[in-house]
Nanobody
């Protein structure tokens, strides 16, 4: 069992920045990939970014060049640095983790999820 707790969501103006955090606990030795997803009202949940292996990462086209995913293994914490935020980035952001790298990369739903943190970008 892996527990994930997100934090850092807030209301921010367009062009601003936020850093989301996700603290992992429990059977973290099982985790081989972690990702950030988001879901806006009326829209499907989408993968924003993922990190796996030594230093491999994936970004959705909509956030490339603006968002950076990183992790601190000593703190068991995943981060998402979000810069140049746009109103269309408004969503609930979820942290997720899975033992299988291909689960997330193949667009299947990972095993473990956090409760989400709200990001609202005003124009």
């Amino acid at each position: 069992q892996v527990q994930l707790v997100e934090s850092g969501g807030d209301l921010v103006q367009a062009g601003g920045s936020l850093r989301l955090s996700c603290a992992a606990s429990g059977s973290i030795f099982m985790i081989n990939i972690m990702g950030w997803y988001r879901q806006a009202p009326g829209k499907e949940r989408e993968l924003v970014a993922a990190i796996y292996g030594v230093s491999s990462s994936y970004y959705a086209d909509s956030v490339k060049g603006r968002f950076t995913i990183s992790r601190d293994n000593a703190k068991n914490t995943l981060y998402l640095q979000m810069n140049s935020l746009k109103p269309e980035d408004t969503a609930m952001y979820y942290c997720a983790a899975d033992p299988q790298i291909q689960t997330i990369l193949d667009a299947r739903l990972p095993d473990s999820w956090g409760q989400g943190t709200q990001v609202t970008v005003s124009s």
